[in-house]
């Protein structure tokens, strides 16, 4: 194969055709025992959940129930290009025991986000082409959903990610006009109950730079202070993780700064990385690789 970083522009240029013709890019899923330390840079311990050949699995969200281990995905066919959210369930050495399809509709659907609240389960997709921003709750674990509320109507949102703070629920996400970036603005809003009514923040865009706005991942706390995962989509759509630390957020004010990141280095192979997500002890992130289209047939490698 070709090297895309040699130093010849002719030689660059054939290795990006020679990628995109022989290779797919499929995203798979790390998980490990870090979620304490969702900073910990040691990604060589845990295990990759890897999906068949002809699909991805992005954006992961881990949970469990009754002393099962699942993770929330999306999973994307490479024969039809649009996205829904499927549920992995695996055991503790990492081994897929099934994984199905839990909600499927007619726009692309990713990044299921969950959380909990008045002791149900809850899960706010990015579902952009829709317009809509619409919230989820779970009937029957774990793939029967149901509509519950519109949070947000007649915008195109990406990676919506929704969090209880100082007594109010917020949301973080980023909107584009038509015609913009949809990686650039981060917007705000903040609501009484995550059924809404939800306020736009007074200064929305609260961030705009590619590096770092938009979010990729469950927030956490250090120390008592707020962390929040983002994707750098600077150079090219989710290169790497980066965590700001929040420094304000009120219903008047946001600031944050970059305090960390998740370079696509921590595994050979892995070209990006652009989901960091935790629940408990366990951490949970996604990585791209390129997969030889000529062993598409072939369920894993």
């Known amino acids: 194969m070709l090297r895309e970083d040699d130093p010849s522009a002719v030689i660059r240029l054939l290795a990006k055709v020679e990628r995109k013709l022989l290779y797919h890019h499929q995203w798979f899923v790390h998980m490990d025992r870090h979620g304490a330390d969702p900073l910990c ?7 990759d959940l890897i999906p068949p050949r002809d699909r991805f699995w992005a954006d992961p969200f881990p949970w469990f129930h009754d002393e099962r281990n699942f993770v929330f995905v999306e999973e994307l066919p490479f024969s039809t290009g649009k996205g829904h959210i499927s549920v992995i369930e695996f055991d503790g050495g990492g081994r897929v025991e099934r994984h199905l399809p839990v909600l499927t509709l007619p726009w ?12 149900e389960l809850w899960m706010l997709p990015e579902a952009g082409h829709s317009g809509r921003l619409t919230l989820y709750r779970c009937k029957a674990f774990p793939d029967r959903w149901e509509e519950a509320a519109v949070l947000l109507e007649g915008v195109r949102t990406v990676d919506p990610t929704l969090i209880a703070h100082d007594g109010r629920w917020w949301i973080f996400v980023n909107i584009a006009p038509v015609g913009a970036r949809i990686d650039d603005d981060l917007h705000l809003y903040f609501a009484d109950s995550p059924l809404g009514p939800f306020q736009p923040h007074p200064k929305n865009p609260v961030r705009t730079n590619p590096v770092g706005a ?9 120390d008592g202070v707020l962390y929040r995962p983002a994707q750098d989509c600077g150079v090219v759509y989710g290169l790497r993780t980066v965590v700001n630390r929040v420094t304000v957020m009120t219903t008047e004010a946001y ?8 370079e696509p280095g921590w595994k050979p192979g892995v070209l990006r990385t652009h989901t960091l997500s935790v629940r408990g002890d366990w951490r949970a992130v996604d990585a791209l690789r390129c997969v030889p289209k000529w062993l598409q047939g072939r369920k894993h490698v």
């Open 41 to 47: 840079p040691d990604f060589s311990t845990g295990f």
């Open 108 to 119: 692309h659907l990713s990044y299921p986000y969950l959380f909990e609240w008045d002791g």
């Open 255 to 262: 600031a944050e700064e970059p305090f960390a990141a998740i």
């Open 214 to 222: 938009r979010p990729a991942g469950t927030p956490f706390w250090r």
